[in-house]
């Protein structure tokens, strides 16, 4: 489109703003990107093309949207700030298979939305995420098991490092072991903070996340095995015993447990495998009290 405006330009995107009244929200997480090259490399790496729809979550004022609409068959973009909608009437006029839903990507019905938007198609996730929401977000769409190919997003740079460790790094935390059973992770470049509108105060870094059509370990409780994970990196300077109570064990359940698995009893959560927090959710029986869960971080 040879007169649309150019959202990448700082002075175009201020104006625009100014014209709407609009006000950024620290609270709800919103840096705009600015650094023309970004986009286009998003949306090629999630692999949008004429058979592909893409849901995004957070559009802000188009500028991913854009480049996504430009390749894929269609994008839905979900986006919760209402004060953004005519901004995004305006700079997605030229689009029409881009689509905006009004709401809550964490309260809406993601398997209805991806199964009422994109009836026929190959489905990716590409987004520039609200850093408060990036963990429950993630595994919200991995562990409603989505039918889509891959998650291609943009998070803080220790997210990403976090998200895509190895088990048995420094690096990992539950969110990685999470991760590792639905997705096969990978960063794919870093961005500088300097790439947004307002710049935040951390550096970012685009991740793909590739989703695994099986597991790699078999379980029949993910529930519990990811509370065994959550209760591990919870108290991850404790002993594996003695932070597994965390999970509703007593001390001697959780060494017996370990032992059958063939784990020792002084090992760190972070020197674990998911095969091996696979093997201990299955030695250990669930105990029938009810724990709060919070996601995993
Ligand atoms: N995609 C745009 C870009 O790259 O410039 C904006 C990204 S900005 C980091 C995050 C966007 O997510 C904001 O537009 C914000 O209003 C929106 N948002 C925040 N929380 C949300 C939620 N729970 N559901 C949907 N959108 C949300």
């Known amino acids: 489109m040879d007169n649309e405006q150019n959202l990448t330009d700082i002075g175009t995107v201020k104006a625009l703003l100014a014209r709407h009244g609009f006000h950024f929200s620290k ?7 600015i650094n023309p090259s970004v986009c286009p490399r998003m949306a090629e790496a999630c692999g949008a093309d004429a058979g592909t729809g893409v849901l995004e979550i957070g559009p802000g004022i188009g500028v991913l949207t ?14 919760l700030d209402e004060r953004l909608l005519p901004v995004l009437e305006e700079t997605l006029g030229g689009y029409p298979h881009a689509h905006i839903l009004h709401g809550d990507a964490m309260k ?26 990036t963990s429950p977000i993630l595994m919200k769409l991995l562990e409603s098991r989505l039918p889509v190919e891959n998650i291609t997003v943009m998070v803080q740079k220790e997210a990403a490092q976090r998200l895509c460790a190895l088990p048995g790094t420094r690096e990992c935390g539950a969110v990685t072991f999470a991760v590792q059973y639905y997705a096969e992770p990978e960063v794919l470049f870093p961005v ?23 597991p790699p370990c078999r379980v029949e409780d993910e529930e519990w095995l990811f509370r065994l994970v959550r209760a591990a990196f919870g108290q991850r300077r ?60």
């Open 192 to 214: 500088s903070r300097g790439s947004f509108l307002p710049a935040p105060n951390v550096d970012s870094a685009v991740i793909r996340l590739k989703v695994r059509r099986e």
């Open 27 to 33: 609270k709800l997480g919103q840096n705009f990107l």
């Open 108 to 133: 809406l019905d993601l398997r209805r939305v991806v199964a009422e938007e994109f009836p026929g198609l190959r489905v990716a996730v590409c987004a520039n995420l609200p850093y408060y929401i």
């Open 238 to 297: 404790k002993t594996l015993p003695n932070a597994l109570a965390g999970a509703g064990l007593d001390k001697q359940q959780a060494a017996a447990a370990l032992r059958e698995a063939g784990i020792p009893e002084t090992a760190r959560a972070e020197q674990l495998t998911l095969e091996m927090f696979a093997a201990l959710a299955k030695n250990v029986e669930k105990p029938h009290t009810v724990l709060r869960s919070s996601p995993p971080s």
């Open 66 to 79: 854009r480049e996504l609409a430009r390749r894929a068959a269609r994008v839905t973009a979900i986006e």
